[in-house]
């Protein structure tokens, strides 16, 4: 389980760095994820942090722009946010991009003819030669509203690799392409991707 044929090794290394080194199981069971490999490459994802939701969202439709030029249909490219409450964001940078648009509900239909706009809880399963995940800010990934219930360090600790998940899930949705944005300050996990390009 070391080959990843779904995903180009630049994504595969980048989302990586969210998760630890090792993984568990249910059972306690351990398993080594270093020595994993993807078995073709493509460009190297892309980090935003953005000054403002305005920018974030010029940022992403000229990503867009850029990604159906390269020769990626529209019906091919995700963007995923955190929750409801950002979903508006991504509808924004499509409709800047001048692309209709499909906001994915609990029962997933992608259109072929429209850029796909969904949370991340709904990001497992799917696939895209491009994805960009948005809304990545300091206060949305983790939730903060999440945190602040925690009751005591294992609760927060499981927390936290959950939300690290999530972000890892729709990271990996994307084949060829990948955009990680937000508005400064960004999410320490967008720092863990960034810093994973000079690894």
């Keep these: 389980?070391?080959?990843?044929?779904?995903?180009?090794?630049?994504?595969?290394?980048?989302?990586?760095?969210?998760?630890?080194?090792?993984?568990?199981d249910v059972d306690g069971n351990e398993d080594v994820r270093r020595g994993t490999t993807s078995v073709f490459n493509g460009p190297e994802p892309k980090v935003a942090a953005c000054a403002t939701a305005?920018?974030?969202q010029d940022t992403v439709g000229r990503w867009i722009a850029e990604t159906m030029a390269a020769g990626v249909p529209v019906g091919q490219i995700g963007l995923f946010v955190r929750d409801e409450a950002?979903?508006?964001?991504?509808?924004?940078?499509?409709?800047?991009?001048?692309?209709a648009h499909a906001v994915l509900d609990t029962i997933v239909r992608p259109a072929?003819?429209?850029?796909?706009?969904?949370?991340?809880?709904?990001?497992?399963?799917?696939e895209f030669r491009a994805v960009a995940v948005m809304a990545?800010?300091?206060?949305?990934?983790?939730?903060?509203?999440?945190?602040?219930?925690?009751?005591?360090?294992g609760e927060l600790e499981e927390l936290l690799e959950g939300e690290r998940r999530l972000l890892y899930?729709?990271?990996?949705?994307?084949?060829?392409?990948?955009?990680?944005?937000?508005?400064?300050?960004?999410?320490?996990?967008?720092?863990?991707i960034e810093g994973a390009a000079t690894r």
């Design 1 to 24: 389980l070391k080959v990843n044929y779904r995903t180009s090794q630049e994504i595969r290394r980048r989302a990586d760095a969210l998760l630890a080194a090792t993984v568990a």
């Design 54 to 56: 305005a920018e974030e």
């Design 86 to 99: 950002q979903l508006q964001r991504a509808v924004i940078a499509a409709e800047q991009a001048g692309q």
């Design 112 to 126: 072929t003819d429209a850029i796909q706009v969904a949370t991340m809880h709904l990001a497992k399963g799917l």
């Design 136 to 153: 990545c800010d300091d206060d949305v990934l983790p939730s903060a509203e999440r945190i602040g219930a925690a009751t005591d360090p």
């Design 169 to 192: 899930v729709a990271c990996t949705r994307a084949r060829e392409r990948l955009l990680v944005a937000g508005v400064r300050p960004v999410s320490e996990f967008v720092r863990d």
